[in-house]
């Protein structure tokens, strides 16, 4: 039901989006993702926790690494910004729905990846380096965006 809701959701909210999630619905949405290793038997948890750490590797590494260079660079954490590589690319290449489609499919990849992985676990550290290139690539490419400078601090 709820990859089901997901999907709803992700067809709506493609660009130009009619709905918006906001936080209320991610924190709601995350809480559940996170939760999910807990149906999990015992003995298989903490691969089921790493499985689903691999399908949100995007998600973790980006707003950490986020957070981190506006630390550094002595920037207020909770004002409004547009520091994170998805919105960088998206606006300064103006081609918000192929940033947004490339993040969903690789998210799904992981996804599926990290369900894999919960059976195979050679597969994990595999497709964390997978999930770290892809977020290393996207940081990469926000960075050479030519527009960046108008859109503030990398």
């Given at each position: 039901?709820?990859?089901?809701?997901?999907?709803?959701?992700?067809?709506?909210?493609?660009?130009?989006?009619?709905?918006?999630?906001?936080?209320?619905?991610?924190?709601?949405?995350?809480?559940?993702?996170?939760?999910?290793?807990?149906?999990?038997?015992?003995?298989?948890?903490?691969?089921?926790?790493?499985?689903?750490?691999?399908?949100?590797?995007?998600?973790?590494?980006?707003p950490l690494e986020t957070l981190a260079r506006r630390v550094r660079a002595g920037h207020r954490i909770g004002t409004a910004h547009r520091w994170h590589s998805y919105q960088r690319l998206a606006?300064?290449?103006?081609?918000?729905?192929?940033?947004?489609?490339?993040?969903?499919?690789?998210?799904?990849?992981?996804?599926?990846?990290?369900?894999?992985?919960?059976?195979?676990?050679?597969?994990?550290?595999?497709?964390?380096?997978?999930?770290?290139?892809?977020?290393?690539?996207?940081?990469?490419?926000?960075?050479?965006?030519?527009?960046?400078?108008?859109?503030?601090?990398?």
């Open positions: 039901m709820l990859a089901a809701a997901t999907i709803g959701f992700l067809l709506l909210n493609s660009p130009p989006a009619r709905i918006f999630l906001g936080d209320v619905g991610s924190t709601s949405l995350g809480f559940t993702i996170a939760g999910l290793p807990l149906l999990a038997p015992a003995g298989g948890r903490s691969m089921a926790l790493f499985g689903v750490a691999i399908g949100l590797t995007l998600f973790l590494v980006c606006l300064a290449r103006g081609r918000r729905r192929v940033v947004a489609l490339c993040l969903v499919f690789v998210g799904l990849v992981l996804s599926l990846g990290g369900g894999i992985a919960y059976r195979s676990p050679w597969l994990a550290w595999p497709l964390v380096a997978l999930g770290l290139a892809t977020f290393a690539t996207e940081r990469f490419l926000a960075g050479r965006t030519r527009d960046a400078a108008e859109l503030g601090p990398p």
